[in-house]
């Protein structure tokens, strides 16, 4: 086998995260009675919070903001999105959206059969995310997918993130891979291909919202069963 250790990235490629926020939003939608607050529209508060979501975690990949700040005030900017300013409300919700998220199961269709394959095929599998430790940690064993990796890298645990080549050096030391023998899967081509560019590495794009990407990755598919026919 030309490649020994494949990387996984874990949101949006393999734990769909949009439909498992989504769940967590709506049941603290509920359980604050946000709508008794002003916000009449459930729809509006999840695609406000997805937007805030990514704009802090692009400031934070590039160093503008600490992590802490991330973790609030995403939710502290959707409320204010609908006249809300409580802060306290804010970090309340958003400490019990991340006690909540890691408990959702939801998984991109084929995800424990691609694993299965790829470790019955005596492929050494990893993570590299950009999440939280405990909490990735978490989605991992809740979801049922924990045992088929060897090493989970987080980016708060490694103190470096995607795209970045530190975090991939990490990785490579931690797992005892070499780059010649190491693959990138993940969704995201600023994060994860380019990631994986910057690192030396072969990449495979995870093109589930079927994109056109800016860059050419080594490989390209459209489903998680399509692995199949690289490895």
């Known amino acids: 086998m030309k490649y020994q250790h494949i990387f996984f990235d874990l949101d949006h490629t393999l734990w769909d995260f949009e439909t498992n926020s989504r769940q967590t939003l709506e049941e603290l939608f509920h ?3 946000l709508q008794a607050r002003g916000v009449h529209d459930f729809d509006l508060f999840y695609k406000n919070y997805m937007v805030h979501n990514e704009k802090l975690w692009d400031r934070f990949r590039k160093s503008f903001i600490k992590i802490d700040d991330l973790r609030w005030k995403r939710m502290w900017l959707t409320l204010l999105d609908f006249k809300i300013g409580d802060q306290t409300l804010a970090l309340d919700m958003a400490k019990r ?14 995800t424990v059969e691609i694993l299965t394959y790829l470790t019955n095929k005596g492929y050494r599998l990893h993570l590299i995310t950009n999440g ?5 940690h978490s989605k991992l064993k809740y979801a049922g997918i924990d045992s088929y990796f060897i090493e989970v890298i987080t980016s708060e645990g490694s103190s470096y993130i995607k795209p970045n080549k530190e975090i991939f ?7 005892k891979a070499l780059p010649a023998e190491s693959i990138m899967i993940g969704d995201n081509i600023e994060v994860d291909i380019q990631g994986a560019i910057n690192a030396g590495i072969d990449q495979v794009y995870v093109n589930h919202l079927n994109i056109d990407p800016v860059v050419q990755p080594t490989y390209t598919v459209y489903s998680l069963k399509e692995l199949e026919n690289i490895f």
Do not use: I, W
């Open 31 to 33: 359980s604050y009675n």
């Open 97 to 110: 959206f991340l006690d909540l998220l890691p408990s959702r199961k939801t998984l991109f269709p084929y």
């Open 169 to 175: 050096d990490y990785a490579f030391q931690k797992t």
């Open 132 to 136: 939280f430790e405990q909490v990735q």
